[in-house]
Every structure is written in C-alpha cells, then in structure tokens.
C-alpha cells in the first residue's frame, strides 16, 4: 500500500531543493548584511499564544491539538508571535536595537490552491527597540534589497499607516476591539460603511482616507486636504518624513496605499505589502509593519517593526520568471573503466572532493552509459580512470559540453579547478 502526503502539504525533490537552497541562501545574506541574526523556536507553541492576540477565531485556521498531557498547543501559523514570545523571555535585557530574523516552516488549516499550502515556509525579520523612522525605512529597504538581489523584476510595493487610522477610529470613540473588527474587514476587501455607522460613527472622512492611494505626493496632499486642521495631520507628516528616509535606501518605485490594513491585529502603525503581479490571486510575497506585541506577551511595552516573505510565494514569483536554475554547479562524475579500476577510481574522486562536489559510478555501467547518464543529469565534467592511462599516472578528463577529452596526471588532480 502505498501512502500520499497530507492534504496542503509538499515533498521537494532534489532539483526543487537546490532551487530553494539557492534562494534561502540569498534571503539570509540580505538579512545579516543588515546586521539581522538568526533566531529559532519550536514548531509548535502554547495555543494562547496564538490566540492572545488574534482571538479565538484563528483556532478555526490552525493545527491545534492536546499533548499527552492535556496541555492545549498549536503548530505556529506564522514566526513574529513566537519571535516576540522568545524575545520576552530572554532578550528584554539585551541592549537596543535588537535585529532578530528567522527562517521556518508554519502551519495553517487553509483550503489549499495555487501559493496557499498548509505546510509553507516564512522568512522574515524582526527590529526591536528603535521608534526612529529610518528603523521603519529600514525593514521595507531590507525586504526590497532580497528582491533585488534575486532580480526578480515584477513587484509592486505598497505602503501605509494603520496606526493613522487606528488614532481616527480611536478619537470617533470606536474601542479597540471594535477597531480589529473594522481592520479584519478592509483587509478582506469588505466596505466598512455599514460597520463605521453601526459603531456610531459620523461623515466618511475614515472610508475616504482608506480609498486614498497611489504617487506620494498626490496622496499625502489628498490626505491634508481631507483631515484639515485636525491634529492627526501630525501624523501624517511624520509618515511622509519616513518616506523620505525610506528613499535615501533607494526606493524609489512604491504606492502610497491607505487601504493596508494586514489581516493580523497586532500591526499600529507603518505597515506594507509586497506583490507579485505575475502570482494571480495569492499574490502577496510579503506583509509587515510597526507593532507591539511584547506587552501583550508579559514584556514591557516596546516599538517593534518586521515582515515576512512568503518563501514559497517567492520561489513561485521567481519561477514565473524564469529565474531559478536548478542545475548544481561543477558537478562531477568519476567512472572506472573496468571492475579492477574501482579502488583508483574511489581514491581519485576522494581527492576531487577536496574542492567539489565529485560522484562515483555505482551501477558499473559500460562507459558509454555512463558517459549518456553524466549528459542527462547535466554533470559537466566526467573523469575517466582507465588502465592504460592509469600505468602513466594519469586520468582522462572528458568536458561534456564540448566533447573535448584530455589526460591529466593524477599529481594535477588536486589543483585542477575549472
Ligand atoms: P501573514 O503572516 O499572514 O502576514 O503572511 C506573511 C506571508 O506569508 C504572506 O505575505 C504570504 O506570502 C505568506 N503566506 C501566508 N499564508 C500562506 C499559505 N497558506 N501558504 C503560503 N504562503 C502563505
């Protein structure tokens, strides 16, 4: 009988994984370029650390079950609120900023489709401690420069300021939960009209500042004409100087967009998304902002800001346009000629393998078929170890993009680079 894997989940064969490895490789480098270091926590978490912030209703999209124990846990569906957790519990102390990023895999109960699995990988950072704008310019910079360093080319970065329109539902008298409800329906794309005058809010100013989208300088100027003379238009300056320190990283290609509303509760301020326009519906390759989630853990209150890649988002973006090789590089393969060559052959690839990844024929094929393996699997080089050219001390080195075949003595084996 055969087994099939869970629903929503994947297997990576080898040529995926290279792939993945590739880019895990770039995505890490970015982070510690920019001081960020990496930080690991468990798959699975009490469940009200999950539910704490996000309220009960998130139980209906997680993993959650009881331990031997009884005790209530669940497979985390995301990296910050275990991140947050772990800073509070060993990292309060340390000095300021503290520029955390993880790489892991995270769980949701979703209706699986194209870039939505149940089983999906995150990469992302987290910058404690600063409240400066720049640290804000910081993180969006940081996500942008992965991008770039991948060279992926369709991407649309969009920025807003939740904190801005948490401060206008606050002063209309709106509570906080009432606040996260509103929030949940813009980012599901739901009109809030009907919710604002329900709450008992007068005129459409907040509806209309949510609309509010696109260049800049249009926007901001739209948004001091819509709130004049009221004191959050302070905010809205402080927004704006963000983005001119935003774009000494520069970045110079982004929307101003209102509407951000990010579906988790706990973002108060800056907040951004990034798309992939060639990804269709799950589109969204990345999402993060200001929060604060320390206090809510037990920590003292403190400015927090960070985003998270859709890993696997990103690999299907990066595919899109045909930017992953799923070639290893310099691989080569070593074949005896004959049962009695084995040994030399072994001790021969035992030196390669000083510099390069080296594989031995194991089927003992005739070398023709070995020869016709090496060109499937795309193995560049094939060193042939036969006994004639083995009684002068030499090898034969056969090129397979060329054809080209030449002796080598086995004393050059070890300095041989190509
Ligand atoms: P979130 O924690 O919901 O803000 O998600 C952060 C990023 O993770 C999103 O921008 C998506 O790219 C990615 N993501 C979220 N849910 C899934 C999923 N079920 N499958 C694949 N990627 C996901």
């Not at 072994?346 to 194991?362: D, F």
């Amino acid at each position: 009988m055969q087994f099939s894997r869970p629903r929503g989940t994947r297997d990576f064969l080898p040529g995926e994984m290279i792939k993945r490895r590739y880019v895990e490789g770039v995505v890490r480098k970015i982070f510690e370029r920019y001081g960020y270091k990496e930080v690991q926590t468990p798959v699975f978490e009490e469940l009200s650390l999950i539910t704490r912030k996000s309220g009960d209703e998130i139980r209906e999209r997680l993993y959650d079950f009881k331990d031997k124990s009884g005790r209530e846990l669940a497979l985390r569906p995301e990296l910050t609120a275990p991140a947050m957790r772990l800073y509070v519990n060993e990292m309060q102390f340390y000095s300021k900023p503290i520029r955390l990023y993880y790489f892991g895999n995270c769980f949701r109960y979703e209706r699986p489709q194209s870039g939505r699995y149940r089983e999906f990988w995150q990469a992302g950072v987290e910058l404690i401690g600063s409240d400066a704008p720049e640290a804000d310019g910081e993180i969006i910079a940081v996500a942008v420069d992965v991008l770039k360093s991948l060279e992926l080319k369709n991407f649309e970065l969009r920025i807003g300021n939740i904190g801005i329109i948490r401060k206008m539902l606050r002063s209309s008298g709106i509570s906080e939960s009432e606040q996260d409800r509103i929030i949940n329906a813009v980012d599901r794309g739901e009109s809030i009209e009907e919710l604002l005058k329900k709450a008992g809010v007068e005129g459409d100013k907040i509806p209309r500042f949510m609309k509010l989208a696109g260049e800049r300088r249009r926007v901001i100027r739209d948004a001091e004409l819509l709130l004049k003379g009221a004191e959050i238009l302070e905010d809205i300056k402080k927004f704006d100087e963000m983005l001119d320190l935003m774009e000494s990283y520069g970045i110079k290609d982004y929307t101003v967009d209102f509407g951000i509303a990010r579906g988790l509760e706990y973002y108060t301020g800056m907040v951004f998304e990034i798309y992939a326009d060639k990804l269709g519906a799950q589109k969204q390759i990345c999402g993060g902002g200001t929060y604060s989630l320390a206090d809510v853990f037990g920590g003292s209150k403190i400015s927090t800001r960070g985003f998270a890649f859709g890993f696997d988002r990103l690999m299907l973006a990066l595919e899109a346009e045909g930017k992953l090789k799923s070639e290893g590089d310099g691989r080569v393969l070593v074949v005896p000629t004959g049962e009695k060559m084995v040994g030399d052959a072994i001790r021969v690839a035992s030196v390669i393998r000083k510099n390069r990844p080296c594989e031995l024929e194991l089927m003992r094929k005739k070398l023709g078929k070995a020869l016709a393996y090496a060109d499937a699997e795309g193995i560049p080089f094939v060193f042939i170890v036969g006994e004639d050219e083995l009684a002068e001390g030499a090898i034969l080195l056969r090129n397979m993009k060329t054809g080209e075949q030449r002796k080598m003595k086995i004393d050059e084996l070890e300095k041989w680079r190509q």
